[in-house]
């Protein structure tokens, strides 16, 4: 923690205090995922599905990195850089599915 | 609030994996998987074992979604009518034996950190690898080290044991697989 040269760094906020506000940000991250996880098994369509799975992959970048920021492990940082280029996938390969098998499925 | 994060995670994880096995629609499923291998790559993550989520994220997120749509492609999906599917009582039989004996098997599991534990049954080696693997290979983790350093050419060979499998897997599709009949 960058602490200004010869003077007392004044701790309002505790280590524990900051990894306890980016944990609980990522439980709450989870429990949205929860929610968004009932769209993925109620959406009457495959589109649905692909959409609220994509939005998912996006919340798990989001709780990676908070998770990377809780714990101190900046590795964690890379993982959500694959997620994110590899999100895009699934979308890409059930579209080009649904396109050659003609219609909508 | 660690164990906050563990619960709801634990929770989107099993509601995923009861949906993967209990819905109908195959299309449904492999979505359905997918958000599967999400959770799991946050578990890995949260426990620390950075290398499995990225192999997790690689495989689970990109991989495993194109071999199963691939593979329904050149299948048939038959349409039911129903969203659920009902379980099947031996299959669940089997399924709840496998649960006691795996419960039984962490419940056994040594302490972290035991000296009664088997990896200390030869000191001296464990030892070795922990005090030299940094100053050999130069990687923080010791686990890293033993399979990309020391045991280097032993992963190489499996590696290209995968590659081979790949590469023979597309010479004998040999052809665009998403192609209208």
């Known amino acids: 923690m960058p602490a200004g040269a010869g003077t007392a760094p004044v701790a309002f906020i505790s280590a524990e205090l900051v990894t306890d506000v980016f944990l609980g940000a990522a439980t709450a991250f989870i429990l949205l995922a929860v929610a968004m996880f009932y769209r993925v098994v109620k959406g009457p369509s495959t589109q649905d599905r692909v959409l609220a799975v994509n939005v998912l992959g996006t919340n ?46 | 609030m660690v164990s906050a994060f563990g619960i709801a995670l634990f929770g989107f994880v099993l509601a995923t994996a009861l949906a993967t096995a209990l819905l109908r629609d195959i299309l449904a499923v492999i979505v ?8 799991m790559a946050l578990f ?9 989520a990225m192999t997790e994220a690689a495989i689970g997120a990109g991989v495993t979604t194109l071999l199963l749509l691939l593979t329904i492609a050149t299948t048939v999906r038959d349409d039911v ?4 599917e009902r379980p099947n ?55 890293t080290a033993v399979l ?10 499996e590696a290209v044991v995968v590659f081979a499998a790949g590469i023979s897997t597309l010479a004998v599709l040999g052809r665009e697989v998403f192609t209208r009949e």
Do not use: C
Not at chain 1, 75 to 103: H, P, Q
């Open chain 2, 89 to 143: 009582l031996p299959a669940l039989v089997v399924f709840g034996g496998l649960l006691v004996v795996m419960i039984g098997t962490v419940t056994q599991f040594p302490a972290l950190g035991s000296r009664n534990a088997p990896v200390w049954s030869n000191p001296e080696v464990t030892q070795y690898y922990l005090e030299h693997s940094y100053k050999d290979t130069k990687v923080h983790n010791a686990v």
């Open chain 1, 60 to 105: 798990t970048v989001v709780v990676l990195a908070l998770l990377a920021a809780a714990l101190g492990e900046p590795s964690l940082l890379d993982i959500a850089l694959v997620y994110a280029l590899l999100n895009f996938l699934m979308a890409v390969a059930i579209s080009k599915f649904t396109v050659e098998r003609g219609g909508v499925l």
């Open chain 2, 148 to 157: 990309a350093g020391y045991r280097g050419f032993d992963t190489f060979g």
């Open chain 2, 44 to 52: 890995y993550a949260f426990l620390l074992a950075p290398d499995v």
């Open chain 2, 32 to 39: 359905v998987f997918a958000a599967y291998s999400l959770g």
């Open chain 2, 81 to 84: 009518g129903i969203a659920i």
